[in-house]
Nanobody, 115 residues
């Protein structure tokens, strides 16, 4: 089993910044992929960004140029730096890891951007 603990969500004004963190623990194998997805009310869950244990990244189109994903392999932690936030970025942000052929989700952290 793998446990994911997210932190860093909250309320911010448009144009502001937030940094999300997600720490993974348990049976984690390399290589693996960690990432962030988000789900707004009434919408499907969508990719924000993910990053392999080798450092390759993949960003969703709606956040390119504004959000940056990074990770610390020694801590099994992934970060999401979110800049120039917009009201449409409001959603629950979920951390995800794929490791050893299995997929695990965090419980989510709310990000609310006010206009």
């Amino acid at each position: 089993q793998v446990q994911l603990v997210e932190s860093g969500g909250g309320l911010v004004q448009a144009g502001g910044s937030l940094r999300l963190s997600c720490a993974a623990s348990g049976s984690i194998f390399s290589p693996n992929v960690m990432g962030w997805y988000r789900q707004a009310p009434g919408k499907q869950r969508e990719l924000v960004a993910d990053i392999t244990s080798g450092g390759s990244t993949n960003n969703g189109d709606s956040v390119k140029g504004r959000f940056t994903i990074s990770r610390d392999n020694a801590k099994n932690t992934v970060y999401l730096q979110m800049n120039s936030l917009k009201p449409e970025d409001t959603a629950v942000y979920y951390c995800r890891i794929i490791t050893g052929g299995r997929l695990f989700w965090g419980q989510g952290t709310q990000v609310t951007v006010s206009s």
